[in-house]
T-cell receptor
């Protein structure tokens, strides 16, 4: 069974530029999560989708971050404009349903200069 | 609100020695508890989970954890550590109902040959 796929694996941009990350969850998984992991910290949930609807985006900085999962399968997370403090690893995870175990992708390491 | 504390930021053990990583949680009801491992440049891999039932949980790679409600703890153990176990370990608590995971700040394990 294929795991959660993410791309790109690494991205370096300058502040005020925009960037987008892509995630393809495990086939059949209805729930998809985006996490931000700052160096030295545990992952922090940014947004949770159930199919193509948003369940929780309470910790998403909506003035600069956006995410979508239009067809209920893959998802994109965008940052526009980026700030220095957005440097982090962005992890995507998926689960069969909300109550199930989350499986994580390899992450995208973002460096904002 | 739920929270997770991993008191040890770094732990160093010799190969073949036993290991115990500490995790304390705060949550009003019975939580869902998880241990994940993250190797450098990789996403999080699930080691084991506790939802209910037997408080001693067996996981992959020879790891086990014990849920102790009276101590609000879910410590991870391994009787004999291998060099390949060097990684960062995260404890997470999931709230039943919302299924939102809260991660600890992680414990980085170093294994001496």
């Amino acid at each position: 069974e294929a795991g959660v796929a993410q791309s790109p694996r690494y991205k370096i941009i300058e502040k005020r530029q925009s960037v987008a990350f892509w995630c393809n969850p495990i086939s059949g998984h209805a729930t998809l999560y985006w996490y931000q992991q700052i160096l030295g910290q545990g992952p922090k949930l940014l947004i949770q989708f159930q199919n193509n609807g948003v369940v929780d985006d309470s910790q998403l900085p909506k003035d600069r971050f956006s995410a979508e999962r239009l067809k209920g399968v893959d998802s994109t997370l965008k940052i526009q404009p980026a700030k220095l403090e957005d440097s982090a690893v962005y992890l995507c995870a998926s689960s069969l349903e909300q109550a199930d175990t989350q499986y994580f992708g390899p992450g995208t390491r973002l460096t904002v200069l | 609100a739920q929270s997770v504390t991993q008191p040890d930021i770094h732990i160093t053990v010799s190969e073949g020695a036993s290991l115990e990583l500490r995790c304390n949680y705060s949550y009003g009801a019975t939580p869902y508890l998880f241990w994940y491992v993250q190797s450098p440049g990789q996403g999080l891999q699930l080691l084991l989970k506790y939802f209910s039932g037997d408080t001693l949980v067996q996981g992959i790679k020879g790891f086990e954890a014990e849920f102790k409600r009276s101590q609000s703890s879910f410590n991870l153990r391994k009787p004999s550590v291998h060099w390949s176990d060097a990684a960062e370990y995260f404890c997470a608590v999931g709230a039943s109902g919302t299924y939102k995971y809260i991660f600890g700040t992680g414990t980085r394990l170093k294994v001496l040959a």
